[in-house]
């Protein structure tokens, strides 16, 4: 089973519209959530972290995570042209002593 | 601008030649650690330090490697790579292992001909 499971998609949503990414994991012990945006030929960059069960909200990002179901998701409200990017969804393993493991990503493309 | 920096951008070399890799951070953090980014793959975590020590090594080959002179500097040194072992190398950094919110320099993307 992987670790991290991501759809790498793309996923195209109208502009304005609500964008969700999706993201199962593997160890049940893990603690802290992350998502890295990441456009093409760029490094990955931190966007959210989220460490308890619930909704996380800032700005036009809202992370949800729910432990139970080892799901944690990432929405985008009002999704802009320039949205439009690679989502890493990355978890802290406690089987990998704390170590951050990624996803493969999911590819997100905004239509204007 | 993240504070984490790496050179060279861009590197290509071949089979047989010896580079080295180089990160730089300001951000005081004591954890820092190289990923490989292959298409289609996830990122691989290849090695981890925390306050200059070796703390993992990913099973990663023995013609990578890692050295960490102090908590500011990490390289990567490379000697006989492979054609597969064209990837785009990150590195990140992160206030300690316990935080592991990492923040990522640009990366080298390197072509092994």
């Known amino acids: 089973q992987k670790e991290v499971e991501q759809n790498s998609g793309p996923l195209s949503v109208p502009e304005g519209a609500i964008a969700s990414l999706n993201c199962t994991y593997s160890d049940r012990g893990s603690q802290s959530f992350f998502w890295y945006r990441q456009y093409s030929g760029k490094s990955p960059e931190l966007i959210m972290s989220i460490y308890s069960n619930g909704d996380k909200e800032d700005g036009r990002f809202t992370a949800q995570l729910n432990k139970a179901s080892q799901y944690v998701s990432l929405l985008i409200r009002d999704s802009q042209p320039s949205d439009s990017a690679t989502y890493l969804c990355?978890?802290?393993?406690?089987?990998?002593?704390?170590?951050?493991?990624f996803g493969k990503g999911t590819r997100l493309h905004i239509l204007p | 601008e993240t504070g984490v920096t790496q050179t060279p951008r861009h590197l290509v070399m071949g089979m047989t030649n010896k580079k080295s890799l180089k990160c730089e951070q300001h951000?005081?953090?004591?954890?820092m650690y190289w990923y490989k980014q292959s298409a289609k793959k996830p990122l691989e975590l290849m090695f981890v330090y925390s306050l200059e020590e070796r703390v993992e090594n990913n099973s990663v080959p023995s013609r990578f490697s890692p050295e960490c002179p102090n908590s500011s500097h990490l390289f990567l040194h490379l000697h006989t790579l492979q054609p597969e072992d064209s990837a785009l190398y990150l590195c990140?950094?992160?206030?300690?292992?316990?935080?592991?919110?990492?923040?990522f320099g640009q990366g080298t993307r390197l072509t092994v001909v």
């Open positions: 990140a950094s992160s206030q300690d292992l316990g935080l592991p919110e990492a923040f």
């Open positions: 951000l005081g953090h004591n954890a």
């Open positions: 990355a978890v802290n393993s406690m089987n990998r002593d704390d170590k951050i493991i």
